[in-house]
């Protein structure tokens, strides 16, 4: 049994497990572009993920330098990293919380995989 945590901005997300790795490749490699190509997806997408976190808090996650013979860039903030670490640390609160009596009865309810569909 698997828990997938993701954070609601109206329609948006703002933060979800993709999203934090994304954060953690930006702040290893220090590019959106190289972040996203070390987790196979493209420049535009790996941006369009970035520019969701920005406008869903209150301070961005990720700021940006333009790019000039010296080379852009991209780094997470002082701000990135605290709502990176409170979401982690929330991830591991709720697998802690796995353990107990309503997630065993879940757990003993639901089956490895799906029946077969009977549609049509």
């Known amino acids: 049994m698997k828990i997938k945590v993701q954070l609601f901005c109206g329609d948006e997300i703002a933060m979800g497990p ?32 970035v520019d969701v976190m920005n ?23 002082e701000f990135g990293r ?3 670490g409170e979401y982690r640390a929330l991830l591991i609160r709720l697998e802690s919380a796995a353990d107990a009596g309503e997630m065993a009865t879940l757990r003993g309810a639901l089956l490895p995989s799906p029946r077969p569909s009977r549609k049509g």
């Open 55 to 77: 406008r869903c808090w209150n301070d961005p996650l990720v700021e940006t330098s333009p790019g000039s013979h010296h080379g852009g860039g991209a780094r997470v903030t």
């Open 18 to 49: 993709g999203k934090a790795d994304l954060l953690d490749a930006i702040a290893e490699h220090g590019s959106i572009s190289a972040a996203g190509k070390s987790m196979g997806m493209s420049y535009s997408r790996a941006w369009g993920l």
């Open 82 to 84: 605290t709502v990176l």
